[in-house]
Structures are given as structure tokens and as C-alpha cells.
């Protein structure tokens, strides 16, 4: 109840709030972050500025207990070094982004204004996360691709 | 406009991602939960988190009394290719502004700084090609 239900929706209801009082959920900001040559908007820079205030001294507190409260363990990614993999991978994601203004949270929250737009996006990501599991599955079975 | 609000979403953003992380030992990587969901794996706190993101703006915007934020005027070719582009993108990235720019980054990982400088620098460069370039 605690862990499946209340704490996580509560961290949603959180985070969502936090992106639609930044102005997330507006393509035109992160667009104007994004227009460095154009009018540039700074408000997607205080938001990683506010956010990475919270996470890298409070990750590091969360990790001097052994296991988090309601947890055995901490799932944290395995790998800390740079690779070609994530790389790719951002250049690719980081064209879409430039290209409509929305990454994965912003897109989900603006569900909640009932426009097309995020629904058909929302739609399209699925399909995107569907087709990079096919694509590395395949790459994975052949012989001299680059490991993950 | 003023910066302070953004600086007080960033400051929501950052709490929720170091409660997930205090609590329950988990990522707020917003791509990897959505995956999670579609993929089906095991634990329902994806969808309950996902539930509370999609619901907050909806409260946020009612109650602040100021309607949501309208879509850009991009046609649907444009939605389609941008939302096939994140999703694939992202996965393959193993993250997005979330999991790599808020968690990763506030893990200190050299993986996650250099995902996120790569993701700015491309969205940038997008912007440019389609606003100055050929707009």
C-alpha cells in the first residue's frame, strides 16, 4: 500500500507540480531554452539549477543509510562510465525534443489538458520505446555489434 | 518572467526524485518508468507515479485559477516523428531529463553529465536548423 501506492503517487502528484509551476508542460519555455540564437528563456536552467540543489546532496545523505526506509535495496543503474550507447541515444532523443518541445514527463503531464497533441505524442513515444526494444534485441544477437 | 517559479518546480522535482530514491531505492527516470509500464514488468508503483504526474497539473492548473499551457500549432507528421524520436531515443540513451539530467547528475555519474550535455547540446542544434536555418 505504502510503497505501490501511496508514496509513489505522491512523488507523482509532486513532480508534476513541479513541472507545471516551471512551465514544463509549455513547449514555447523548453523551446526558448532550447533557441540559444533566438530570445533565450533561462526558466529550464533553474529548474535543473533548483532540482540538482535537492538530488546531489540529498542522494548522497539517502545512500549513507544502507537501504532505503521502505526498500530492501537501491536499484541504481550499474554503469557510471561514458559509452557510445547513451550518446547515440541522446543525440537521437535530443533532436525529437528540439524538434516539438516535449521529453517524456512534460509530455505526459500536458495529458492532462486534453489536446491531441500530447496524446498522439504520448502514442508515438510508446511506439519509439517499443521499436529501440526490438532494435536492441536484434543488435544484441548479431555477432561484432557494440555491447550495450 | 520570473525565475523563481522555475526555481521552485526544480525544487518539487528535485524532492520527489530524492523521495522515490530515500524511500523506495528508485530512479525517477520518468522514460524508464513509462517503459516499465509498457513492457508490463512487475509493480504497480509505476503506474501510481505516473497516475500523480498526469493528475498534478490538472489540480495545479484549477486551483492556481490559470488554464494549461496550450500545445504548439506543429502539425501531426511533426508530433508523430518528435514522439518516436524521444521514446526511441530515450530508451536507447538508457534515460532522459529526469533519469540522466535530475538523478543522474545528482548521483554524480559521468554517464548521466555527458547523456545530458549531449541531449542539450542536439536540442539546440535542432532549434537552430529549424528556427534560424531553414524557418
Request: hydrophobic share 55%.
Amino acid at each position: 500500500m505504502l510503497r505501490q501506492l501511496l508514496v509513489p503517487l505522491l512523488c507523482g502528484l509532486v513532480f508534476g507540480t513541479g513541472l507545471a509551476l516551471s512551465g514544463m508542460t509549455d513547449t514555447r519555455v523548453v523551446l526558448g531554452f532550447l533557441d540559444i540564437a533566438g530570445d533565450w528563456n533561462p526558466a529550464l536552467l533553474m529548474v535543473m539549477v533548483g532540482a540538482l540543489a535537492v538530488t546531489i546532496p540529498g542522494f548522497w545523505l539517502a545512500q549513507q543509510r544502507g537501504t532505503p526506509l521502505f526498500s530492501p535495496q537501491f536499484f541504481l543503474p550499474a554503469s557510471r562510465t561514458i559509452e557510445a550507447k547513451p550518446l547515440i541515444g541522446s543525440v537521437i532523443f535530443g533532436v525529437g525534443w528540439g524538434l516539438y518541445g516535449y521529453c517524456p514527463g512534460p509530455a505526459l503531464a500536458a495529458l492532462a489538458g486534453f489536446n491531441w497533441q500530447p496524446l498522439l505524442f504520448v502514442v508515438a513515444m510508446a511506439v519509439g520505446v517499443y521499436l529501440e526494444k526490438a532494435f536492441s534485441a536484434r543488435s544484441q544477437g548479431r555477432p561484432g555489434s557494440i555491447p550495450p | 518572467m520570473s525565475l523563481l517559479a522555475p526555481f521552485a518546480g526544480g525544487l518539487l522535482i528535485g524532492l520527489s526524485a530524492l523521495a522515490m530514491l530515500a524511500l523506495l531505492g528508485r530512479i525517477t527516470g520518468i522514460s524508464g518508468i513509462f517503459a516499465g509500464v509498457l513492457n508490463a514488468e512487475a509493480g504497480l508503483w509505476r503506474w501510481s507515479f505516473l497516475a500523480g504526474l498526469v493528475i498534478a497539473p490538472l489540480l495545479f492548473h484549477t486551483l492556481a485559477g490559470q488554464p494549461q499551457p496550450l500545445p504548439s500549432a506543429a502539425g501531426w507528421p511533426m508530433v508523430i516523428s518528435a514522439g518516436l524520436l524521444v521514446g526511441f531515443g530515450t530508451r536507447y540513451a538508457g534515460g532522459c531529463t529526469s533519469g540522466h539530467g535530475v538523478c543522474g547528475i545528482g548521483r554524480l555519474s559521468p554517464r548521466s553529465m555527458a547523456a545530458t550535455a549531449t541531449f542539450i547540446a542536439a536540442g539546440m542544434v535542432t532549434v537552430f536548423v529549424v528556427r534560424h536555418l531553414t524557418g
